[in-house]
Nanobody
Framework: QVQLVESGGGLVQAGGSLRLSCAAS????????MGWYRQAPGKQRELVAR???????NYADSVKGRFTISRDNAKNTVSLQMNSLKPEDTAVYYC??????????WGQGTQVTVSS
């Protein structure tokens, strides 16, 4: 059983910052990579950032230099610090986790709205 609980979404002005957090719990699977995806109205879900259990990170080109993903392996939490937010960042953000056995899990999503 895996559960992902997200928090930190909200409404912010352009240029502002938000920090998203996700807490994962698993009694069955060993979690490998964790990350954040987002889906904006009329667009396909896209990867925002991911981080492996070794600390390797990947970012979407659109957020490089503005977003930072971090992870606490002991607590099984992942955070996304979002700075210099733009209206284009408006989306529902989903926390994800992948088990060592290649199973994927998703959080419920949290809304991020950036006003101009």
């Amino acid at each position: 059983q895996v559960q992902l609980v997200e928090s930190g979404g909200g409404l912010v002005q352009a240029g502002g910052s938000l920090r998203l957090s996700c807490a994962a719990s698993s009694t069955i699977f060993s979690i490998n990579a964790m990350g954040w995806y987002r889906q904006a109205p009329g667009k396909q879900r896209e990867l925002v950032a991911r981080i492996t259990n070794d600390g390797n990170t990947n970012y979407a080109d659109s957020v490089k230099g503005r977003f930072t993903i971090s992870r606490d392996n002991a607590k099984n939490t992942v955070s996304l610090q979002m700075n210099s937010l733009k209206p284009e960042d408006t989306a529902v953000y989903y926390c994800s986790a992948t088990s060592v056995g290649s199973r994927g899990f998703w959080g419920q999503g949290t809304q991020v709205t950036v006003s101009s």
